[in-house]
């Protein structure tokens, strides 16, 4: 489904500032797998995450998704495959538009009327039904802006709008991170839900361990722009939230603070 290979991406080459943020990263995910990423700050997830959706070019290497050349595609030649969540629940949807209006436009990103707001009367049931499944009262405020939402509640609703389209690659970079832990819960377990009945093939950036080892079914770890860690099946069910910090301190060469997120 996604196959990135040999990946580099060198912000400020050749001044004071060059970042090599990925070095020759490759990772492939078969269709619906559900990968979960750690790596601290710095490692280069996000940065992976953006190569994969075409925000940033890439210096070097090839990105398939489904086995297509997107490499030197643009965002929105990728848009039909590809859908996002971002940390920020501000970013990611269009505040000044209304629920619907939001989920029209992710409902036709990619198709041929692209940028169409207008939405018919079967679609507006759809999206309805869809919304009444969060059980957030959010299927009587169709017409309402999205700014009006709270951060949870925007949250949940780019979820769906992520899977109005079957068969995408969903990126979701520390889309919990904002939310207090009861709408972080409730986020985290609409996203088990939606990717596994969407069969999203799904990549989840997280800072939490223990989140990273729950959900999902293999965990990657990025350090210094590569993947040093690639676990699934029975290797990963024996390991526990000690075990990773372990392996994140060997990869680090240094103690980690007992930091709370970490732990969570
Ligand atoms: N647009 C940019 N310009 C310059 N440097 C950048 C840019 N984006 C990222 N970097 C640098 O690239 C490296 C990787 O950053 P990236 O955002 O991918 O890390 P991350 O793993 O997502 O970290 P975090 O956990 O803090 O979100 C960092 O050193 C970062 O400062
Ligand atoms: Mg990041």
Redesign the pocket.
Known sequence: MLSAKDIH?T??AGTP?E????RGMSLDIPEGQFVTVI????????????AVSGD?AIDSGTILISGRDVTRKPVWARAAQVARVF?DPMAGTCENLSIEENMALAYNRGRRRGLSLAVRKPMREEFRERLAILGLGLENRLSDRIGLLSGGQRQAVSLLMAALQPSRILLL??HTAALDPRTADFVLNLTVRIVEESRLTTMM?T?SMRQALDVGQRTVM?HQ?NVVLDVSGDERKGMDVPDLLAMFERVRGEKLSDDALLLG
Do not use: P, Y
Request: hydrophobic share 40%; glycine share 14%.
């Open positions: 991406i912000f400020n500032i970042t090599r943020a990925l790596g601290s700050n710095g490692a280069g997830k996000s940065t992976f995450l953006n940033l940390q970079d520390e950036v800072h990025l722009g």
